[in-house]
Structure formats: structure tokens, C-alpha cells
């Protein structure tokens, strides 16, 4: 009977195409009629409840957020905050509007409803983290862990991430490497190496970044991330060779552009660092690294009104930063505006204070603003 009652609904909701699928109420109480004879059977409570949730799920994917917000309110009303999915939503609208603890309510509402579903364990545990309650997260997580026939290696990520944030580096690194071995997905293997690269163990972050190539399907991430350890292990051949790949692919877009550039200019060649370093500032014009090192290079070419003009840009994109302050003073300094050339390296100073070199640069243009080359008393400076 009940087989037989399916059967027929569903005939019913494939010949109503001007409803979009839904069971009209008329119709599903005159067939609860015709096919019962008279007894009190009713329709399940589940079918009543969740019969607009295609329509939520609709605007949801649609990213129409107030629409979706409008919607959830009134199914709450209508099926008494029994609607699961339109609890699930609601708490990851909250989250996309930054209110956390409503979110991680309408979650726990929704874990309620149904314990045995692994997303809603998740959405707590991540609540829990955006709060900083890793240890409750780390919690959460390991109940999650303990649902049978679970290989989800998103939860040995979360769990490491949490252990990362609480600096228990042993814990995480445990945990990711179970992460590593059950997905091919870049970001555990990255993060797995960044562990590595944290306790200067280079040689498995290399192994690691190997590995995520054979197995991993974006490998343009992993090969500028193997390319800079390369290149932070003075191995600019090997970083060279890596960078090459992914310009082979991509020689305008990319970011490993400014790779090769820069490999280019510490072999002494600014004119073609350069030339990279334009290709690069179409796609990356607000790129701090890039302004600092084409200031370098033009004031290598003793091009000093250039450089100022790129330096002080990179200083605007990120004025804490030592080195573009320190390389800006030194080439005020030799275009005589001492003045200006104290004001950026009194923020050097500021930055760095164990330094010795802003301290340096910083006194020779205090010294040079008070004794003017005008005055007859010559000052000679021995650095």
C-alpha cells in the first residue's frame, strides 16, 4: 500500500509542472481519501515540513541572501523550528554576516534535529573555532571522528588547524599527515609543509611539495610554493626550473613572474628584471614586492628620481616594512633631501629597532640636515 501510494504521488508531482514540483495540498488529501477508505492515516510530518526547501535552496545557491533569510523565518514559523535544512542555512547566514554565536545556535538546533549527520558536527566545531574555543572544537571534531565508516579528511584538517593555533605543532603535523593520506587536495599538504618549513625541517617540506604533484590536481600552487623554498635554500637553479613550469602555462598572469624577476635582478641584470617586472604589473599593479624592486633596479641604474617615485609607492602599499624605508633614505640621501630622507627613516627605526643599519642611515641625514653643505666648516663622514 504504501508502495503503491509513493507510485502515485509521484505521478502527481511529475504531471504538475506549473507548480514546479509541488504537491498541491488539495490533491495530497484527496488521495490520502481515496486510498485509506475512510481510516485516520495522515501524511508524514517529514513531507509537510520539507516540501519548500527546493525553493530555499533555490534562492540560497542563487546567493539571495535576504530572500533566503525572509523565507527560513516563515518555514520556522510554519513548521514549528522542526525544518532542519532551513535551520542549517540560517546559521550559515548568520556566519556570512559575521554573527557567530547566532550562527553556532541555529547549528546546535539543527544537530538536534538529526545527531547522525556529519555536517552539522562540523559547522559546530568550525563555530567553535572562529570563536578561538579550539580545545571544545578539537572536542567536537574528535565525536565526529568516532561516526563509523568516516574517512573524511577534512576533519584531520580542522583538528590540525586547531592544534596549530594552540602551538601543539606534533599534534597537528599528526594530524595532517592522516589528512595528506586520505585526499588529494592541495591545502593540507601546504599547510603540512608550512609545519616542516616552521621547524626547518626542509627537507620533508620538499618531499612534501613532491608528493602534492603527484597526487594533487592544482599543481601551480604547490610548484610556486616548492620554487620559493627553493629559493629561500639558495638553490636559484632549482627555483629557476620551478618557476619556469608554471610561465610555461601562464607568462602573464602569474605570480611567479616576480620570481623570475627577481632572480634576474640579483644576477645583476636590471634592464631585463625590469622588462619582467612591467609584464608583471599588469596583473599585480598594487603589489608591494614588485614596487620595491623596481625601485632597486633603477637606482642600480642610478635612475634616482625613478626609484624614488617606485619606492614611495611600495612604502604607501606597506609603510611598516624595513627594507623599502631603509633603501628609500639611502637614495633621499644622495639626491641631498635629507629632510625627507630622516622622515622615512625615522619610521624604519620605528619598525626595526635591533637594526643597526636605519640607526646609521638616520643619523648621517640628521647630521647632513644641521650641517649644511653651504657652511664653510666642512664635515667629512667615515661609514
Known amino acids: 500500500m504504501i508502495t503503491k501510494q509513493i507510485f502515485v504521488l509521484g505521478v502527481i508531482m511529475n504531471n504538475n509542472s506549473l507548480n514546479n514540483g509541488v504537491i498541491p495540498y488539495q490533491l495530497i ?15 508524514p510530518d517529514n513531507l509537510v515540513i520539507m516540501n519548500r526547501n527546493w525553493a530555499l535552496h533555490r534562492h540560497y545557491i542563487r546567493h539571495q541572501y535576504q530572500i533566503s533569510a525572509s523565507m527560513i523565518r516563515k ?12 535551520t542549517y542555512i540560517m546559521g550559515i547566514l548568520y556566519r556570512k554576516e559575521g554573527k557567530i554565536q547566532e550562527s553556532l545556535y541555529y547549528f546546535q538546533k539543527s544537530y538536534h534535529m538529526n545527531s547522525t549527520k556529519l555536517s552539522n558536527v562540523k559547522q559546530i566545531a568550525k563555530s567553535l573555532f572562529l570563536l578561538g574555543n579550539h580545545a571544545h572544537a578539537i572536542n567536537i571534531y574528535s565525536e565526529a571522528l568516532r561516526i563509523p565508516n568516516l574517512s573524511n579528511w577534512r576533519v584531520y584538517y580542522n583538528i590540525g ?33 608550512r609545519i616542516y618549513i616552521f621547524k626547518d625541517e626542509l627537507s620533508k617540506a620538499i618531499a612534501t611539495y613532491k608528493s602534492a604533484l603527484i597526487t594533487c590536481t592544482i599543481q601551480n600552487e604547490v610548484i610556486a610554493k616548492l620554487g620559493l623554498l627553493y629559493l629561500k635554500m639558495n638553490d636559484v637553479l632549482k627555483a629557476f626550473h620551478e618557476f619556469g613550469k608554471i610561465l610555461s602555462q601562464d607568462s602573464v598572469t602569474s605570480r611567479a613572474m616576480l620570481a623570475v624577476a627577481y632572480i634576474i635582478q640579483i644576477h645583476r641584470e636590471p ?4 622588462s619582467k617586472f612591467k609584464v608583471a604589473a599588469q596583473s599585480f599593479p598594487e603589489s608591494f614586492h614588485l614596487w620595491n624592486n623596481i625601485g632597486v633596479c633603477l637606482y642600480e641604474k642610478r635612475k634616482f628620481l625613478a626609484a624614488i617615485s617606485c619606492l614611495k609607492r611600495a612604502h604607501y602599499f606597506h609603510p611598516t616594512t624595513l627594507s623599502t624605508a631603509c633603501i628609500l633614505g639611502k637614495v633621499l640621501i644622495i639626491t641631498n633631501q635629507f629632510a625627507s630622507a630622516a622622515i622615512y627613516l625615522c619610521s624604519a627605526v620605528t619598525g626595526g629597532t635591533k637594526n643597526y643599519i636605519p640607526f646609521l642611515l638616520l643619523s648621517l641625514s640628521t647630521l647632513r640636515t644641521v650641517f649644511r653643505p653651504a657652511q664653510k666648516k666642512k664635515i667629512r663622514f667615515y661609514f
Open 29 to 43: 488529501q484527496r488521495h490520502q481519501h481515496n486510498s485509506t477508505f475512510g481510516t485516520n492515516k495522515k501524511v
Open 75 to 86: 518555514e520556522l514559523i510554519r513548521s514549528n523550528e522542526r525544518n532542519e535544512y532551513a
Open 161 to 193: 588547524e586547531c592544534y596549530l593555533a594552540l602551538h601543539h605543532i606534533e599534534s597537528a603535523e599528526r594530524n595532517l599527515i592522516k589528512s595528506t593520506e586520505l585526499t588529494s587536495h592541495v591545502t593540507p599538504h601546504v599547510t603540512l609543509a
Open 271 to 274: 634592464e631585463i628584471a625590469i
